[in-house]
């Protein structure tokens, strides 16, 4: 009796520590990224602070007067219907894309010159109720904007900076 609570016990821990590894390796815990601070020139949108939100948690400090610029454009919001049904439920692709450029400030020399974010996903709206229909796309294109910026914060690690 003892050697089976011994062996469930034992069993226990091993499954944790596998379970613990798989989440890291999966990249749940997200590094921070390579830049302390930047300087983020844009408009306020939610996109933009999204955006804002995404590098602080990243660990960088968005400041005014940093070595390095990113310059974020305004969000396009573009929507295609994939289904051609007048009623019911249609399948319709959202995308969200948004220009940006990386500037560095003491020589504004561009390290990443017209660049574009680009995510989308493909929704399921329904006509028989509007209401859930607009809260599927508010929340579609709120995970979107998180997307984007994860992709930003992608870019940015990936940039050779002094």
């Known amino acids: 009796m003892m050697r089976r609570t011994a062996l469930a016990g034992l069993m226990a821990v091993s499954l944790t520590v596998l379970a613990g590894c798989g989440f890291q390796l999966r990249g749940l815990h997200q590094p921070a990224l390579g830049i302390s601070e930047l ?7 939610p996109f933009s602070e999204e955006v804002r939100r995404s590098l602080e948690s990243a660990g960088t400090r968005v400041v005014e007067n940093a070595d390095l610029r990113v310059n974020l454009g305004d969000e396009r919001i573009g929507e295609n219907r994939l289904t051609r049904s007048d ?3 249609r399948e319709t692709s959202i995308t969200l894309t948004a220009p940006f450029s990386v500037q560095r400030v003491s020589d504004s020399a561009y390290l990443l010159n017209q660049q574009q974010l680009e995510v989308s996903t ?16 508010t929340d579609a294109i709120k995970q979107l904007r998180r997307d984007a910026a ?5 870019r940015l690690d990936a940039l050779e900076t002094p």
Request: net charge negative; hydrophobic share 30%.
């Open 122 to 137: 493909t929704v399921l709206l329904s006509t028989d109720d509007i209401y859930s229909g607009e809260e599927a796309r």
């Open 87 to 89: 009623s019911g439920s």
């Open 150 to 154: 994860t992709q930003l914060i992608d």
């Open 39 to 45: 300087s983020l020139n844009a408009n306020v949108s």
